[in-house]
């Protein structure tokens, strides 16, 4: 599988594309980041036309639920995850990928 993608490479990446300096990109993907937590903390999700939709589910409360460390069992509440749902075009560009 493809190797992991950090935000320095992504800063790294943007930068070799449009030149623009890196403190204003580091600045532009911070801000992006907290709004898009913000929003997600608020109860809204982020459709981002044919990239992807970032949305909040809610994870079942379980009675008998295993720490896996420690193999205690205990109980945990109904919490709220987030999810990313693809959109088409990165679903269809997912699909043509080689293996």
Known sequence: MAKKMTKADLVEEV???TNLPKNEII????SLLEEIKSALCNGSSIELRTF???????????????NPRTGDITPT???YVAAFRSGS???????NLKI
């Not at 600045?27 to 911070?30: A, E």
């Not at 992807?52 to 295993?66: D, H, I």
């Open 15 to 17: 930068f070799r594309n």
């Open 27 to 30: 600045q532009i993907t911070d």
């Open 52 to 66: 992807g939709t970032f949305e909040l589910r809610l994870r079942k409360g379980r009675k008998n639920a295993r």
């Open 77 to 79: 509440e109904p919490h």
């Open 89 to 95: 075009e990165l679903k269809q560009k997912l699909w």
